[in-house]
Nanobody
Framework: VQFVESGGGLVQAGESLRLSCEAT????????KGWFREAPGKEREGVAC??????????HYTDAVKGRFTISSDNGKKMVYLQMNDLKPEDTAVYSC?????????????????WGQGTQITVSS
């Protein structure tokens, strides 16, 4: 009962990647979905989060990725995506996804559950 991430890899600065996260074993229609990253020697941080309903969705981004990353979700396919453009070396990290069962895009990691194993993104300069 967790997420499975894919789409990571090695890219050069300025290039793009699209990460995917598939929910297995649970339904997440009413949950907020978040992408997180953990760089070497640093704590895990939130990157983006999406609250989606039948009628609309609300997205949140950390300042470092605003204008470059876009989070989206497809509840029918149980998928969450992270489109990453203009990648920078400081984006290098393991990226993982999780859900906030309260649907709030909580600001602390403890509010999230069903963590995936993560996928490595390495951006060379």
């Amino acid at each position: 009962v967790q997420f499975v991430e894919s789409g990571g890899g090695l890219v050069q600065a300025g290039e793009s990647l699209r990460l995917s996260c598939e929910a297995t074993g649970f339904s997440f229609d009413d949950y907020a979905k978040g992408w997180f990253r953990e760089a070497p020697g640093k704590e895990r941080e939130g990157v983006a989060c999406i609250q989606s309903t039948t009628d609309n969705s609300t997205t949140h981004y950390t300042d470092a990725v605003k204008g470059r990353f876009t989070i989206s979700s497809d509840n029918g396919k149980k998928m969450v995506y992270l489109q990453m453009n203009d990648l920078k070396p400081e984006d290098t990290a393991v990226y993982s996804c999780a859900v906030d069962p309260l649907g709030l895009c909580g600001t602390t990691l403890i509010e999230y559950d069903n963590w995936g194993q993560g996928t490595q993104i390495t951006v060379s300069s």
